[in-house]
Every structure is written in structure tokens, then in C-alpha cells.
């Protein structure tokens, strides 16, 4: 039960859920790709992320300097993100980063 609390909470932010659209249509974005694309910044991000990160919504992997982010294989948020899928052609398309 406090693994759906967890993740209710997670999906109660439109940032949040905004990020992980991004991430199930892009497969793999890094931090920078997320706050260009979504107009926020670093630290936000980077505090969504953590909070994602922590119900176990994302994994990592290192590439070079930079850490990649992409979902982790969830029941619930996978039926979510079906019942989403004519949303996501509304999310701007990602501001490729330069630093990458």
C-alpha cells in the first residue's frame, strides 16, 4: 500500500508527470535535455528526478560526465502511461543538449 502512496504522490506534480512522458516517448534523456525541453531548471529537475528515482519509477547508467535517465519496468505506471499515449504528441518536442 505505501508503494501506491508513494507513486500517487509522484504523479500528483504535472512537472513530474510531464518528465516521465517525456521519458517513455524518448526512451533515454539526460538532465539537460529535460530542463531545455521543459523550460525548468537543474535543481528541479534534478529533485523530481531523485524523488522518481527513490519509488524505483527511474533508473541511471553513466555515459561519460553525464547521467542518462530512463523508466524502470512498472505495473502501475505502465498501465498509466497507456491511458496517456494521445498525450504525449502534445509534450514539445526535446531540445537536444549541446553538452551531451
Not at 31 to 60: F, G, N, W, Y
Amino acid at each position: 500500500m505505501q508503494r501506491l502512496v508513494q507513486i500517487a504522490k509522484i504523479l500528483s506534480d504535472i512537472n513530474r508527470v510531464k518528465i516521465i512522458a517525456l521519458m517513455q516517448r524518448e526512451k533515454e534523456l539526460c538532465v539537460c535535455e529535460i530542463c531545455d525541453t521543459l523550460t525548468l531548471s537543474q535543481p528541479l529537475v534534478s529533485r523530481h528526478l531523485k524523488l522518481m528515482r527513490e519509488a524505483e519509477l527511474v533508473q541511471t547508467r553513466q555515459s561519460g560526465k553525464w547521467m542518462i535517465y530512463s523508466l524502470t519496468q512498472n505495473k502501475i505506471l505502465n498501465c498509466l502511461l497507456e491511458d496517456l499515449q494521445e498525450e504525449f504528441a502534445q509534450l514539445p518536442k526535446i531540445v537536444a543538449c549541446a553538452r551531451c
